[in-house]
């Protein structure tokens, strides 16, 4: 039997805003594993143990070049440890830039851009200077290149911290913007169901199948009440089953829109800043504090 230490209850905690005692109970029975307890929580709890995929736990920004035939474009997000720095204009420019390096270098990857000329240097030692200008860390943290099938568009949105990159087939700029919004708020995972992990999938039967359990279901009907679930989670990660956020009717689907239009998706990114990383959580005086003492050091 794994221990269950109290940074693992904590971690659970932060994930899933389920009560503490619960999470513990649900770390003992998943034996220390996070995942499976996660899962557990999710069964007794239901939607209340589904934040962790949403939560935003970093800072910095998303970039986005795009060459101005629409044809060629690249997204780029960049961190920083606290949301002021996220606003320094030379931070800004650093992101910038490195989006049009990606966009007319063609890196291979992170390592590769930080090698890439930029000023009297390379990106990495840019980037080192402003660290230690700033007096804070700064990390490139991913980028996507993209050569459009149509049209690149674009949408930044909270300063920053949620960017859109899409490609668009036919349609026109106006249905291209209002696309991009709506991915940016309704953070679809893929564009249909074929772009879903299977894992994802297989978690939410398991999780149907063990709901529908302790609700007494009968046994025959588990696999319909999977399959019923499954198709629900589908129509809602997936951008072309989404409703579209600005349908008059509250009904129009996305893949119903582009068909009006005469128009279609080849492909979309979108970054949320921090998605999926730990946050610090420090007392920013605290922190001020802690910094002073050790300069009198």
Do not use: W
């Not at 736990?57 to 795009?66: D, K, N, R």
């Not at 474009?73 to 650093?94: P, R, S, Y």
């Not at 930080?114 to 007096?135: C, F, H, N, Q, Y």
């Not at 106006?174 to 249909?192: F, T, Y």
């Amino acid at each position: 039997m794994a221990a269950i230490t109290a940074s693992m209850v904590a971690e659970l905690r932060a994930k899933t805003d389920a009560p503490m005692m619960e999470c513990k109970k649900a770390l003992t029975e998943a034996d220390g594993d996070l995942g499976k307890a996660e899962e557990i929580l999710r069964v007794k709890l239901g939607n209340k143990a589904t934040k962790a995929a949403a939560r935003i736990t970093a800072e910095g920004v998303v970039g986005v070049s795009i060459t101005p035939d629409g044809k060629l474009g690249a997204i780029i997000e960049i961190n920083c440890e606290t949301d002021f720095v996220a606003k320094n204009d030379e931070f800004l420019q650093l992101t910038k830039a490195c989006a049009e390096l990606v966009v007319n270098q063609n890196p291979s990857d992170v390592s590769a851009l930080l090698t890439l000329p930029m000023g009297e240097g390379t990106v990495e030692s840019t980037r080192t200077a402003l660290v230690g200008k700033i007096g804070e860390n700064l990390s490139v943290r991913r980028f996507v290149r993209v050569e459009a099938r149509g049209k690149l568009v674009s949408y930044i949105h909270g300063g920053a911290r949620i960017g859109v990159l899409l490609d668009l087939v036919g349609g026109d700029e106006q249905l291209g913007k209002d696309l991009a919004m709506h991915i940016a708020a309704s953070k679809p995972k893929s564009l249909d169901a074929t772009g879903v992990p299977g894992e994802l999938l297989d978690t939410e039967r398991r999780i149907a199948i063990e709901k529908a359990r302790a609700d007494n279901k009968p046994e025959a009907m588990l696999d319909k009440i999977a399959e019923g679930t499954v198709q629900k989670y589908l129509k809602e990660v997936t951008l072309l089953a989404q409703v579209f956020v600005k349908a008059e009717d509250g009904k129009q689907t996305v893949e119903q829109l582009l068909r009006s239009k005469g128009a279609s998706v080849a492909g979309f990114t979108l970054y949320v800043v921090g998605e999926g990383m730990e946050k610090r959580s420090n007392d920013f005086a605290a922190e001020v504090a802690a910094q002073a003492a050790a300069a009198q050091k």
